[in-house]
């Protein structure tokens, strides 16, 4: 496990290094759409490269640009950059997604910010964030206490439900990145998440909210380290505690 941690690491190094020196017209450029239904850009295609070097030797990727790459009995699904529309707008919040498959349960989840170097690593024996940059900056990953706001990630396709938080005096922000907001949602109050679930935007995601209470359906996504929060979420949304 070590070695492919070391490895994901290696690979978001060169590709945070990738887009800084890469000129933003070029990287910024669409080219066609991916496997998960998105437009890729060069800056998706050129870093989904880079992954592919750096870990096909461990497992089969699947990826969100390209689909199924090589093969092998571990399954690498990976989403090289989380949240392109905000790198193409220089917002900084996009990052890569990456979780490891053995024996079709996920034992290894990594999520990074390529814009503030934060990056969250889960495996079945611990939980940590660390810098992308400096490796000694490291911390175990522990739920937020004093946190006064949420994330909820396209809150145009249930504006009820977001009227309603905000009403009762739920905050939340938006910030356009599901793998991202998963990984933060220790840090903050809740996180939903609403559309399709595809694996490239939640499986690494789903693993670092492992110890979180959470519910999933096949639209709706709902975690929090509140319980009483969480409840209150559900009822917002109309949903029982037991998810689908």
């Known amino acids: 496990m070590d070695a492919f941690i070391e490895a994901c690491f290696k690979a978001a190094i060169e590709v945070e290094a990738f887009i800084r020196s890469t000129e933003h017209h070029y990287g910024c450029e669409p080219q066609t759409e991916g496997a998960g239904g998105d437009l890729s ?19 089969k990727i699947l ?29 900084p919040y996009y990052g890569t997604s990456i979780a490891l498959k053995r024996d079709n349960r996920t034992v290894a989840g990594i999520v990074c ?16 964030r660390r810098s992308l940059f ?15 706001v949420g994330l909820f990630e396209k809150p145009g396709l249930h504006p009820d439900a977001a009227r309603t938080l905000m009403d009762t005096g739920f905050k939340f922000r ?28 939640v499986e690494a995601g789903l693993y670092l909210c492992e110890d979180l209470y959470t519910y999933r359906s096949k639209d709706i996504l709902i975690v929090s380290h509140n319980k009483d929060v969480f409840a209150k979420i559900l009822t917002i949304f109309n949903l029982s505690e037991a998810s689908e």
Do not use: Q, W
Request: hydrophobic share 40%; proline share 3%; aromatic share 10%.
């Open 174 to 201: 938006s910030p356009g990145a599901v793998a991202l907001s998963l990984a933060y949602a220790h840090s903050a109050l809740y996180m939903v998440f609403v559309g399709p679930m595809r694996l490239y935007d």
């Open 134 to 148: 400096r490796e000694d900056e490291r911390e175990d990953v522990h739920a937020n206490i004093h946190a006064k």
């Open 113 to 128: 910010n390529f814009a503030n170097g934060d990056c969250f690593v889960r495996t079945e024996n611990e939980h940590y």
């Open 41 to 59: 850009i060069n800056y998706d295609l050129l870093a989904e490269e880079i992954f592919v070097k750096h870990l096909s030797s461990f497992g």
């Open 63 to 91: 990826s969100e640009e390209s689909g199924s790459i090589g093969e092998g009995k571990d399954l690498i699904i990976i989403d090289p950059v989380d949240g392109s529309d905000n790198l193409m707008s220089e917002f």
